[in-house]
């Protein structure tokens, strides 16, 4: 604990402890280890006790986010299903590139007592645990076997949790014997230690090219990721706008990586966008990726970018997201590299035609947006009236965070964001059941910002608990509780796919029928939300929502907003694709008309793309 608190990062002069506190469940595995050390020097790293383990990753992996990734939490379980709980919050932080440190107990390294309490035992190979698990959704992994290992082991998490290009899950198994051996470690391990958080430049030969598509393009597009937020290269992401006027689209992760209203800001992009920025892209003939890792939601399952002969600037620190799309790589941290971009193409603006374009579809995509926050759907409400309510109510500086189902989708396309940390929906693995334990870590990291959190009732009825640690650390949360009676989302899908919305509601068995069809089961969120400590708010209709909303803002104290919403009235579409392979033979109608739908739109499916660096000058008038 004394290593991990004396070690900080430093981007741009400024200094940051990087671990600021450590989650931790106990078991036999780390009770007497860890858990004697955070008792006997817990001036070194705060604790925060959590009620479930996959929870306490996604609390940590917020905290990260929200720090751009400077700072971080720790995480202690103990062996078995303890640790085993945590490989969800680990792939989550590696598929969103966000660094959180796991230290999951292990068993005996001497195997001395075995087999051990909740060992898992294998016949053909005796140095394998269930820690192994670990190994595929982490950026770096070790097992302790002896003490001198953490001289060197150690360094080496650090370095990837520091590392922009390399930074995810760091998973360090510590059996349980060896934490609490003795073993004279060296002064000099313990000296404080600053890691440099480098901003690379980009290779001149690159820029150079980079450079030049984008002054020879007639219909030039950006799509800024979460590497713009996570680099704090926002606002000169604005200014090279300014400057060349060039339009902007945003992924989920970087929703706000332009304020809405700015000139050019053209909204999100891709099967959960705007119209708005999706007509753009498929106009565009240049289009230059700021740090984004090119999801298929963000390519409409790569049929979004039609011109034949489009073409790829990425703007990525990692080569391994640099060199997606057939792209020209331009490897490079963001700001650095959007900086030297704006000074390569001082005095250069995008043909006026194209500003003009992006100007009527932003304007239009405005007043659908506008008519479905004002919706009045009866008997219930849609959850886009809920949204807009919820965005007229908040400050610039809160936080609405969200993870998975309908929700995400919805925010993506109708939410204004007016902050860059303003928006917190995590898309990259989608994980239901992130959303309150992930307002618990954004809260935790940004204490003077309300912490807004959107679930709908499927992720709440996976993880809900950590209302209860919010309530232990006196930590407000706002949380609202969109109630459709079960899974929206995936009944949509279900429904376009010809499945019928099969397994998507939640109601009781019908007997006839033999399916989950028959009545609306009895099931009172807003009384649990309550039996774990929160104010609980039953709200009816968008006017009641939003006198309740108001109150719970108002109150010091974590508070639940119940609202039933219409689960058939949906946002309006992006007009984009999502590949969702459908059956090829069936024998129900409705999964033989969604297959022909489906043959349709695969047929726009560009798999394969040509390289940049292999075209000429983009053609012209096309």
Known sequence: MTFLARQYTERDGVEHRLIEGCFGIFGHGNVAGIGQALLQQPADLAYYQSRNEQAMVHAAVAFARTRRRLSTLACTTSVGPGATNMVTGAALATINRLPVLLLPGDTFATRAAGPLLQELELPYAADITVNDVFRPVSRFFDRIWRPEQLLSSAAHAMRVLTDPAETGAVTLALPQDVQAEAWDFPEEFFERRVWHVRRPAPDESALATAVRLLRAAERPLIVAGGGVIHSDATDAL??????????????????????????????????TGSPAANALAREA???????????????ASRTLFADPDVRFINLNIASFDAAKQAALMLQADARAGVEALNRALAGHTIPGGLRERADELVRRWDETVDAAFSRKNTPLPSQSEIVGAIRDAVDDRDVVIAAAGS?????????????????????????MGYEIAGGLGVKMAAPDREAVVLVGDGSYLMMAQEIATAVAEGLKLVIVLVENRGYASIGALSESLGSQRFGTRYRYRDEDSGRHDGGVLPVDLAANAASLGADAIRAQ?????????????????????HIETDPLAGAPASGAWWDVPVAEVSALASTTAARRA???????????LRPADRLGPPRRGV
Do not use: M, N
């Open 598 to 608: 489906y043959e349709k739109e695969k047929a726009a499916q560009r798999p394969l």
């Open 285 to 299: 003939d240049v289009v230059l990726g700021i740090g984004t890792r090119w999801q298929d939601f963000t390519t």
């Open 407 to 431: 929700l995400p989708g919805d925010l993506h396309r109708l939410w204004r964001p007016s902050d860059p940390l303003g928006y917190h929906v995590e898309y990259g693995y989608s994980c």
């Open 541 to 561: 209709g968008a006017d009641g929502f939003r006198e309740a909303f108001a109150a719970a803002l108002a109150s010091d104290r974590t508070t639940v907003v």
């Open 238 to 271: 604005a200014r090279f706008a300014d400057a060349t006027g060039i339009p902007v689209a945003v992924t989920q992760a970087g929703k706000a990586a332009l304020p809405h209203g700015h000139p050019a800001a053209v909204g999100a992009i891709g099967h």
